[in-house]
């Protein structure tokens, strides 16, 4: 039977509950999006440095960011490319970390949040246009609910 496989790789490590966790928030993106099996996805917890080095290679903008989505054309070197294979998304730990004190909820919470937002992209979600925003920022409240978040969704005035 067909399944998901989501692939946590850590560079900045976080507790085993933590990254299950992150592994359930893909999961349930995916089934509440109706996105069938099989589907492969790349989740990379790391530092504010890659993330930085990141940004400016593919968008050109050389400061740190807390998420990046990477389709599988855009695959980070050394990642396969094949027809089950959704992507990459690459969080900063210490970004969430900061974002998770800031808003005063758990770093699970943010790294759901982070998670569940890369995932979106991934199939396709976008938030440059108001109304584009609108549905993104609706589903992803919807799947943390769903996850039972203690947040749901970036700050009002996130750039996201």
Same mark, same amino acid.
């Given at each position: 039977m067909? /399944?998901?496989k989501i692939h946590v790789?850590?560079?900045e490590k976080v507790l085993?509950?933590?990254?299950?966790?992150l592994r359930t928030a893909v999961t349930v993106t995916l089934r509440h999006e109706k996105k069938k099996p099989p589907v492969e996805i790349t989740l990379l917890l790391t530092d504010d440095d890659q993330l930085q080095s990141l940004n400016k290679t593919y968008r050109g903008i050389d400061v740190?960011?807390?998420?990046? /989505?990477?389709?599988?054309g855009d695959a980070m070197p050394g990642m396969e490319e094949d027809e089950a294979y959704l992507g990459d998304i690459v969080i900063s730990v210490p970004a969430a970390e900061r974002q998770a004190?800031?808003?005063?909820?758990?770093l699970k919470s943010e790294l759901q949040l982070l998670t569940v937002h890369g995932t979106l992209h991934l199939l396709g979600y976008d938030?440059?246009?108001p109304e584009e925003k609108d549905r993104m920022w609706w589903t992803q409240a919807s799947i943390l609910a769903q996850l039972g978040a203690e947040i749901s969704g970036p700050p009002e005035d996130a750039e996201g």
């Open positions: 067909a /399944s998901y790789q850590q560079k085993h509950s933590i990254a299950a966790a740190p960011t807390d998420v990046l /989505s990477f389709e599988p004190k800031q808003g005063d909820h758990s938030h440059e246009e």
